[in-house]
């Protein structure tokens, strides 16, 4: 049966040293994610966090001061929630599975971050001293002279 599309290249291996059994040339691990990508779910956190999102929106942006110590803390416990769960990957399946958790437990950390940190705004709001302008009580009690 012949068809328009060129037959797949055959998979590159590299010869085992006891000349035996065939390992693949390439191999990559999902499993734990090299420290390259947890910065970049760090970097993106902040930008979540900080910048004009749906979630700033609703909740109200955090500072840029707070925002990045906040997604490391997001990120690293995340982290260690899905490695302490998953463990170390022996099959690519089991690192899928353990991205995957590690995904999930980003983006539950950050809401409840946010929330958190919307629900104490809320509760605590700014004091009468601080709301209120320059006291005039005191100006007009002073007799003029």
């Given at each position: 049966m012949a068809t328009d599309e060129p037959a797949p290249a055959p998979a590159a291996v590299a010869p085992s040293p006891a000349g035996g059994d065939h390992s693949p040339a390439f191999s990559f691990s999902i499993w734990p994610p090299t420290q390259r990508t947890?910065?970049?779910?760090?970097?993106?956190?902040?930008?979540?966090?900080?910048?004009?999102?749906?979630l700033c929106k609703r909740y109200g942006a955090v500072p840029a001061a707070d925002a990045d110590p906040a997604a490391r803390a997001i990120e690293a416990?995340?982290?260690?929630?899905?490695?302490?769960?998953?463990?170390?990957?022996?099959t690519v399946e089991e690192g899928i599975e353990a991205l995957q958790f590690y995904s999930k437990e980003v983006s539950r950390r950050l809401l409840e971050f946010i929330k958190s940190r919307s629900a104490d705004a809320k509760a605590d709001p700014p004091s009468e001293e601080a709301q209120a302008p320059a006291a005039p009580e005191a100006e007009a009690a002073e007799p003029a002279a």
């Open positions: 947890r910065d970049a779910v760090v970097r993106r956190l902040v930008d979540t966090l900080a910048g004009d999102t749906i416990e995340a982290f260690d929630a899905a490695a302490a769960t998953g463990g170390v990957a022996a």
